[in-house]
Structure formats: structure tokens, C-alpha cells
């Protein structure tokens, strides 16, 4: 009933294992080298602790011409210069710590070059804040993907939920892979966008699990291989029409919001991307070894 000369999903699983491979490894060494003391994410100061001034300039803002004036006076402590607002006309100044002169020196800068510039806000965050806030930030990851591994444990079975696992963990992976190869400032924002793709990466899972899981109870006698692929074709559709209606969404915003939003939506853009990925190449063959692995092992006893 299954055969089918489509493309076999699970036969090709050691091409996805490449793919994803290139895709995470910036994530991982990121990972892996911040304990060590190499930063090569853009961090922000929400997570470094430092000051955020906002400036009306009176007039359409120019970024690039304002980011040289920032660097001029901050002496290399400059984090991100972005646009805020919805007349085009106030920037955001987010550098480490700096004293009270420091920014008097920089609105008097700032002004001489606009001279209708006001100061529109100035808050700082200690780095014992950012810190509390960096580990909020992992802990509200892993309690997530505790949850889902819980209940599509219960849904399904536990090793569909290792599988989930796995496909939630290579998301965020790439994730961080943009943040780091685009530079992106890495904020709390991230905190949203990772929060946002898990709970897509999984629903988009579940729908592959799902169907799989109705056509093993109609089809006792299919090898699980076979039914995966099928499974997968099956839903196909869905996925390539949610991805695509979703993308669609988040370019507009885009193309039409402000550079803060702008670098909240980059990561959702390729955190969908990745999530219509992991859910149809990586998430099913994950499961496939897992129940190949313990057939095996009770045939060995």
C-alpha cells in the first residue's frame, strides 16, 4: 500500500545529518567558547549591563552618521545605534556602562550635528541584572523544552519526545548561528524569538507524528521506515503553506518596521525556516532510529 517511488526522506537521512551539521556548527561554537571567555555573539546590554539613551533627532534619522558620532565619544563601549519610533526621527544609543559626562558628551555631539535633537529617555542595567536576565533567558529554554518533551512523551511515546527534542535543539542551534553570522544584537529578544519558534517547531512536529502515528495503527505490518516517509509526503503541504504564509507575514514587518523590530524578526524568519526543516527531515528519522534501536535491542536479549 505504502510503495512509492517518491523521494525517501529517511534513506537520505545522513544528507539532512550534513546539512543540519553546517547549519548549527556556528551556534555550537558559540556555545561552546562563551565559557572561555570568547564572545562571538553581538551582545546587547540586556545581557552585558550597560546603558540605553533614546534622542529625537527632529528630523529623519541617519543611523550610520549617528553611529560615528556615538563612536567618536564612547571610546569603543558603542553596542548598536537603531531607529525607533514610527516618525523615522528618534535613534536608540545602546553602549557598556558609561558615566553621566559621558552621555552629556554625547547628547552635546549629537546635538551640534541635529540641532533639534531632545533626549528622549536614559536607563541603565548593572551587569548583575544582565546576568539574572541571561540565565532567565536559558532557564525559560529548558523548562519549555522540558514541557514538550513531557507531553509529546505522553502523547506519543517517549522516544518520539527525544526525537521532538532533537529537532527543538538543531532550531535553536541555527538560531544562534544567525545571531552570530549576522551580527544581530542578541537581547531580550531573543528570549521571544526562541520561545516563538519552539512552540512552531513543535506543533509542526506533532502534525508529522500524528499522522504517522494513524497510519502505524492502520498498517501494523508496514515497516515504520516506510510509513514515516509516507506520513511525511502526506503533510507536506501543510507545512510548505504554513511556512510560506508565515514568512510572508514576517517579511512585510520587515520590510516596513523599524530596525528594533527588524532584528526581532530576522531570527524568527530563519527560525521558521528551520523549524519547516527539522519537522520534516530530521524530527521523523530521529524516531525511525530510536524504535530501529530498540527493536534491536530486544532481539539481542
Known amino acids: 500500500m505504502f510503495a512509492n517511488k517518491t523521494f525517501s526522506f529517511v534513506k537520505h537521512f545522513k544528507l539532512f545529518l550534513i546539512i543540519s551539521a553546517i547549519l548549527v556548527v556556528t551556534g555550537v561554537v558559540g556555545l561552546v567558547t562563551l565559557p572561555f571567555g570568547l564572545n562571538l555573539f553581538n551582545m546587547d ?3 552585558l549591563g550597560g546603558v540605553t539613551m533614546t ?11 549617528v553611529e560615528n558620532l556615538a563612536k567618536g565619544v564612547l571610546e569603543g563601549k558603542l553596542s548598536s545605534v537603531t531607529t525607533s519610533g514610527s516618525t523615522g526621527t528618534q535613534v ?7 558615566p553621566n559626562e559621558t552621555r552629556d558628551s554625547l547628547f552635546d555631539a549629537i546635538q551640534a550635528e541635529y ?33 514538550m518533551l513531557i507531553y ?4 506519543f511515546d517517549f522516544r518520539s519526545g527525544l526525537a521532538a527534542v532533537c529537532a527543538l535543539c538543531h532550531d535553536i542551534l541555527v538560531i544562534l548561528s ?14 521571544a524569538a526562541a520561545l516563538t519558534i519552539l512552540g512552531y ?8 507524528f500524528d499522522r504517522a502515528r494513524e497510519n502505524a495503527k492502520s498498517n501494523p505490518k508496514v515497516d515504520f521506515a516506510e510509513i514515516m516517509d509516507k506520513s511525511i509526503w502526506q503533510t507536506m503541504g501543510r507545512s510548505i503553506n504554513t511556512t510560506i504564509t508565515t514568512l510572508l507575514t514576517i517579511t512585510m514587518v520587515i520590510i516596513m518596521g523599524v530596525t528594533s523590530i527588524r532584528n526581532f524578526c530576522w531570527p524568527l524568519f530563519v527560525g521558521v525556516l528551520a523549524g519547516c526543516y527539522s519537522s520534516v ?3 521523523g528519522n530521529v524516531w525511525v532510529r530510536l524504535r530501529k534501536h530498540k527493536k534491536k535491542v530486544k532481539e539481542d536479549k
Open 45 to 47: 546590554v540586556d545581557f
Open 55 to 65: 534622542y529625537d533627532l527632529g528630523q529623519q534619522a541617519d543611523t550610520a552618521e
Open 92 to 98: 536608540v544609543v545602546k553602549s557598556l556602562y558609561v
Open 115 to 147: 540641532p533639534d535633537a531632545t533626549v528622549v529617555s536614559s536607563s541603565s542595567v548593572s551587569a548583575s541584572v544582565s546576568s539574572d536576565l541571561r540565565n532567565s533567558a536559558m532557564l525559560s529554554a529548558l523548562v519549555a523544552v522540558l514541557c
Open 152 to 155: 509529546i512523551g505522553i502523547r
Open 178 to 191: 544567525a545571531y552570530i553570522i549576522f551580527r544581530i544584537p542578541f537581547n531580550a529578544n531573543f528570549i
Open 201 to 208: 517547531s513543535i506543533n509542526a512536529t506533532i502534525v508529522v
Open 281 to 283: 527531515c530530521i524530527s
